[in-house]
């Protein structure tokens, strides 16, 4: 059986209307994806789909909570990661996913859903994974990094001096 199959929506067969569906995620939905930059993360993803036989419209919610090491101590942090994504989609002659726009083939019975969570996880992502403040961050690991002040205060090597009067 394929383990990302449950974030596939059957949508053949469905009568035209809204259809709530609800996606669990978990540590082992990012073990199928060895680039993830996401190990450890856990939450749901909300799925409407508002279906009808000319077209489409997928409403995704998602809700995850990350652990992450910070970037300046290494202590655990835990950030909620939050998105949501409208998709619409219509009927076509060849499948093209776009990033707001898909356009299904005749032969498309089912939305594949895992690509566009793993996406939207990874755009939820905080740019910098540290702590807020500096002094929330455990201090005895710090002190292991030397400051910028201290890296000043180091006396240069005169042979680097004698090239500035170059």
Partial sequence: MDPLAFYKIPFMGLKAGKH???????????????????????????????????????KMNMNLNWKVPCGRCLEELNYDLQREEQI???????????EDLWTLGKNEIELDLAQTVLEMAHLARPTHQVHENESDCDQKMLGYFRTD?????????PRWDALKNL
């Fill in 20 to 58: 709530e569906f609800q996606m669990d995620v978990d540590q082992e939905f990012f073990t199928h994806f060895p680039e993830s930059e996401i190990e450890d993360a856990k939450g749901v993803v909300d799925v409407v789909l508002d279906y009808s036989e000319t077209n489409m419209v997928l």
């Fill in 88 to 98: 619409a989609i219509q009927y076509g002659e060849e499948t093209v996913i776009g």
């Fill in 149 to 157: 002040k201290e890296e000043s205060e180091r006396p240069i090597d």
